[in-house]
C-alpha cells in the first residue's frame, strides 16, 4: 500500500528557532514529491522535488529529497508566527498524477 | 477565471438528504482531482478526471458517491444520502495536464460539509 509518513505531528517553537519537518513514503510508481502549507483551507504550493540531492529555497524555506532512502526534509529558518500552519507532503504517483497526502505537521510559532 | 473556484463554500445538511458540490477549474485546465480532508488528517484522494473522462475514480468511498464533468470544465461532485462519517472539507485541484508544471496543482478553496 502507498504510503507517506510525515513527522513529527506537532511541533511549538518560538519566533527565530529553525525546524526540520520529516517526510518519508513507500510508493509503487514514484514521479515527484511536493510541499503544501495550509493555513485555512485551500493548501497552497511551496515546492516539487523531482531529482535527489539538490535543494531548492524559496526565502527561509528549503526542502530536499533522498531518493535512495526515500524522505525528505523541509527546513524553516528563523521562524515567524506568519509560518504556523500545517504542512503537508504528498507524492505524485507517476501512473494517475495523483497525490498520496501525509498527515501533516501542524507548526506553531509562538511570537 | 483566476483560481480555482468552489461552491458553496459551506454547506449543512440532514442524513440521509442529497448533496452537489461544484468546482470550477482554472480555464485551459484539462486534468481535475477531488480529496477530501477530514479534521485533524490529511488529504484523501478521490477521483481524477483527464478531460470529461475519469481514468481513476479509487478513491470514492462508496457507490453513494460520484463524480461528472462536462464541457472538460466545472466538475460536480454528488454525495447520495449522507451520512454524518462524509463530514470533511472536500477539496478541488486542476492542472493544464497531468503532472505538468513545476507545482503539481492548484487547490480551491474547499466546501466544507457538515452533516447532521
Known amino acids: 500500500e502507498d504510503k507517506v509518513v510525515q513527522s513529527p505531528l506537532s511541533l511549538v517553537v518560538h519566533e527565530g528557532d529553525t525546524v526540520t519537518l520529516n517526510c518519508s513514503y513507500e510508493v509503487t510508481n514514484f514521479r515527484s514529491l511536493l510541499w503544501y502549507k495550509q493555513e485555512k483551507k485551500a493548501p497552497t504550493f511551496l515546492f516539487m522535488l523531482t531529482s535527489s540531492g539538490i535543494e531548492k529555497k524559496s526565502g527561509r524555506l528549503s526542502s530536499i529529497l533522498d531518493k535512495k532512502e526515500l524522505f525528505s526534509i523541509l527546513n524553516i529558518t528563523a521562524t515567524q508566527t506568519g509560518d504556523s500552519a500545517v504542512y503537508l507532503c504528498?507524492?505524485?504517483?507517476?501512473?494517475?498524477?495523483?497525490?498520496?497526502f501525509g498527515s501533516g505537521t501542524r507548526l506553531l510559532v509562538r511570537p | 477565471g483566476a483560481g480555482v473556484s468552489q461552491s458553496p463554500s459551506n454547506k449543512v445538511t440532514e442524513k440521509g438528504k442529497d448533496v452537489e458540490l461544484r468546482c470550477d477549474p482554472i480555464?485551459?485546465?484539462?486534468?481535475l482531482y477531488w480529496y477530501r480532508q477530514s479534521l485533524g488528517q490529511g488529504l484523501e484522494f478521490l477521483i481524477y478526471f483527464q478531460g470529461n473522462s475519469a481514468p481513476d475514480k479509487s478513491g470514492l468511498p462508496s457507490d453513494r458517491f460520484s463524480a461528472e464533468r462536462t464541457g472538460g470544465s466545472v466538475s460536480t461532485l454528488t454525495i447520495q444520502r449522507t451520512q454524518q462519517e462524509d463530514s470533511a472539507v472536500y477539496l478541488c485541484?486542476?492542472?493544464?495536464?497531468?503532472?505538468?508544471?513545476?507545482?503539481?496543482?492548484?487547490f480551491g478553496s474547499g466546501t466544507r460539509l457538515t452533516v447532521v
Open positions: 504528498a507524492v505524485m504517483m507517476d501512473s494517475s498524477y495523483k497525490l498520496i
Open positions: 480555464s485551459g485546465h484539462t486534468a
Open positions: 485541484a486542476s492542472s493544464l495536464a497531468p503532472g505538468q508544471g513545476d507545482h503539481g496543482y492548484t
